[in-house]
């Protein structure tokens, strides 16, 4: 549930993040810049892969504390 919860988290941070810098972008008059969307994007990419593998993540992680 955890590993699930930490997913999301990173994809819903990385929404965010990529929305305030078009937000910010658009208010200040400056382009839309490919780059930065795509770094900001990365957290998202992370937190799609975890949820893909949570299962299996959940289990190397509590193989690990035991």
Known sequence: M???FIAAALI????VDVALYVAI?????KPVQIF????????AVLG?????R??????W??????
């Open 36 to 43: 930065p969307c795509i770094l900001k994007s990365i957290p």
């Open 12 to 15: 819903g941070w990385a929404v």
């Open 48 to 52: 799609i892969i975890i949820l893909i």
């Open 25 to 29: 972008s658009q208010h200040t008059s």
């Open 2 to 4: 955890l590993v699930r």
């Open 54 to 59: 949570a299962k299996a993540l959940a289990q």
């Open 61 to 66: 992680i509590s193989d690990k504390l035991d």
